[in-house]
């Protein structure tokens, strides 16, 4: 099945600094969605980009589908951008799979 | 409009018994997916819903099964608990396949 890496791993951040977090996949995709999940669990959907680039206040994503990675943005971070970053792709109508996810802290 | 509704929260059950979850989706929205969330194996699909029919079927043992309902609602199953069933069970609904998924808060289920 398709493969999901997201990078990095962990983020620490001082509160209004920038951030570009990274998620590749191993095969052509028809869905890919960023989803930010708090401290609370909650699953939050920020973008549904399966090519091309999208923005919505201080976060932006841009997916290049033919080389099959994604990118998600956030500027001026704030410490409620606190929590775990998914992506999630999906491939000719199978199943969606989910990247590790990437925990970020931003610090006051 | 309401989000996506899940039931219970929070559920304590014994080895070997059954248990229920249900999702009641944002209205309008046909199709509703399962997923379970481990610390170690992450966010996996268990199964996707669309107008009542089974679309997709993630890779669970025959334990875990579910259902979608005329007005869009669904349960899932799970028979023979075992003990590395607890998880959060998270219900996502969507317009129809492959669109925007909207989350629950998620069913914690601890299994003893």
């Known amino acids: 099945g398709i493969q999901v890496e997201q990078s990095p791993p962990d983020l620490i951040l001082q509160e209004g600094a920038n951030s570009t977090l990274r998620c590749n996949f191993s095969?052509?995709?028809?869905?890919l969605q960023w989803f930010h999940q708090n401290p609370w669990g909650q699953l939050i959907n920020l973008f549904y980009i399966p090519s091309g680039t999208k923005q919505n206040g201080r976060l932006s994503a841009t997916t290049v589908a033919t080389e099959r990675y994604s990118l998600l943005y956030i500027s001026s971070s704030q410490t409620t951008d606190s929590g775990v970053y998914f992506c999630?792709?999906?491939?000719?109508?199978?199943?969606?799979?989910f990247g590790a996810g990437t925990r970020l802290t931003v610090k006051p | 409009k309401a989000g996506v509704t899940q039931t219970p929260r929070y559920l304590i059950k014994t080895r070997g018994q059954q248990v229920t979850l249900s999702c009641s989706p944002i209205s309008g929205h046909r199709s509703v997916s399962w997923y379970q969330q481990t610390p170690g194996q992450g966010l996996q699909f268990l199964f996707e819903?669309?107008?009542?029919?089974?679309?997709n079927k993630g890779n669970f043992p025959g334990r875990f099964s579910g259902r979608q309902f005329s007005n869009s609602r669904s349960e899932m199953n799970v028979s023979t608990l075992e003990l590395g069933d607890s998880a959060l069970y998270l219900c996502a609904s969507s317009l129809e396949p492959l669109a925007a998924l909207h989350f629950g808060n998620g069913t914690r289920l601890t299994v003893t």
């Open positions: 819903y669309f107008s009542e029919t089974q679309r």
């Open positions: 095969d052509s995709v028809n869905n």
């Open positions: 999630a792709v999906e491939r000719n109508n199978n199943d969606m799979r």
